[in-house]
């Protein structure tokens, strides 16, 4: 299968900072764990009698030191594995961090965690110039666990509703389109993606059995272009006309907010999280909505109160917006937000569930202002905490948590709570 790059414009290098070595539990297949135990490291002065690898849940991870980094990751931030001899010798989830390779009928989606520090920033080259180093990686993951991947049937829209890859991948490049549309600021323009969701869900695709109706290929392009533009005459022009959302809409948003916050694992690691009794508090905290916000992740400041969040950051600078940008069009044009990759939701609900983590990522910004941090620096980390739960923790993709996310979508206070946290 080859590997497609996107049309946006995001770039990428490693940068040896060492993060990705100190946040996560580093998963090695048998093979790769006797590659390793080859290597002799067990001679090497400092990794004697040191455990290389750790077991939870019958699987083998890579072993981490008590400060919380990897055992193979040496004093320069570089891995020694790596060093010693080269790429290809490390465990596959090392090599292929932080790209995402999304299956999408026949050929690879290629995605990007900005979870990285380099991947927030935009540092490095672009995209398009690592599918070679791509292409490897899906190689190897046809050889193993992905071997049904190529025609995959395309996540339903909603229910039972199908449409082919093709037409999913419209649907994908509208949305995109609208999210970089730069005259509008940026919460309206989720709130436009919303409206159009909100008519698209209301539709039958198929022609009722009669394919000469059906609605696909440029039927439905055109469906897509004239919703957009009664989505920009519905949709209120600022975030100020939006009513505020509700105090139910509030309570289930702040409870996923705590689930969006959470670091579980690794150096920065939420001193909340330590035990039953202290989740539990931390919890109550979040319902209440009252007095100090819980350290479920070590960024989160100290002092940090729930009424900081309703204090707007002020003016997002066009860094900042530029970044919330690229961070939702690569989950959209990757087609991360739905399917496998975000615990099968189908594409309505996956948007959906993207367009959440805009106002979580801007309550954590306002929590990271209150805490002594510049807008910008605030909203980069808030994204890069966000976005290391999207479609990787699992209490996302339980029966509650999406119950949580389809109650606000219902009610009309996902929009609310976009335009809300989007206020300057």
Wanted: glycine content about 10%; hydrophobic content about 40%; some cysteine.
């Amino acid at each position: 299968m080859q590997v497609r790059s996107l049309t946006v414009l995001q770039n990428w290098d490693c940068h040896s900072c060492g993060d990705c070595c100190r946040s996560y539990a580093v998963p090695v297949t048998a093979e790769e764990r006797a590659r390793i135990e080859g290597q002799g490291w067990g001679q090497q002065p400092d990794l004697q009698n040191v455990a290389l690898f750790t077991h939870r849940g019958g699987d083998t991870h890579l072993a981490h030191r008590p400060d919380g980094a990897c055992v193979f990751l040496g004093p320069d931030n570089r891995c020694r594995i790596h060093a010693a001899h080269g790429a290809a010798a490390k465990p596959l989830a090392c090599r292929i961090y932080p790209f995402l390779l999304v299956p999408a009928g026949d050929h690879w989606n290629l995605g990007l965690r900005m979870a990285c520090p380099s991947a927030a920033e935009n540092k490095g080259r672009p995209l398009s110039d690592h599918l070679r180093e791509a292409r490897e990686f899906a190689a190897a993951l046809e050889a193993d666990n992905a071997k049904g991947a190529e025609g995959a049937p395309p996540p339903p829209l909603y229910g039972s509703q199908v449409v082919p890859w093709g037409d999913v991948g419209r649907i994908a490049l509208a949305v995109s389109r609208v999210l970089a549309d730069g005259p509008d600021p940026f919460e309206r323009r989720w709130r436009k993606v919303l409206f159009v969701v909100a008519m698209l869900r209301k539709a039958t695709f198929d022609g009722g059995g009669d394919k000469k109706k059906a609605v696909t290929g440029e039927r439905l392009s055109e469906m897509l272009r004239v919703l957009g533009m009664a989505a920009d005459e519905e949709e209120p022009k600022v975030a100020a006309e939006v009513a505020k959302p509700g105090w139910a809409g509030r309570t289930v948003f702040r409870q996923l907010v705590a689930v969006y916050a959470r670091k579980d694992h690794g150096t920065e690691k939420g001193p909340a999280l330590s035990g039953p009794v202290s989740r539990f508090w931390s919890a109550v905290r979040f319902a209440s909505g009252r007095g100090h916000v819980p350290k479920l992740h070590a960024a989160l400041p100290d002092a940090a109160t729930f009424a900081a969040s309703d204090v707007p950051t002020g003016a997002v600078s066009d860094t900042a917006a530029a970044l919330l940008a690229r961070w939702h069009r690569v989950k959209v044009e990757s087609l991360q937000f739905c399917g496998p990759t975000n615990f099968g939701l189908g594409v309505w609900e996956g948007l959906e569930s993207l367009a959440l983590t805009y106002p979580v990522a801007m309550w954590l910004a306002r929590v990271l202002v209150a805490g002594g941090q510049s807008p910008d620096a605030a909203v980069t980390r808030a994204v890069r905490m966000a976005d290391d739960n999207f479609g990787f923790n699992p209490l996302l993709g339980s029966a509650r948590q999406k119950f949580a996310l389809r109650l606000l979508a219902n009610r009309g206070d996902l929009s609310r709570l976009i335009a809300w946290y989007g206020r300057e």
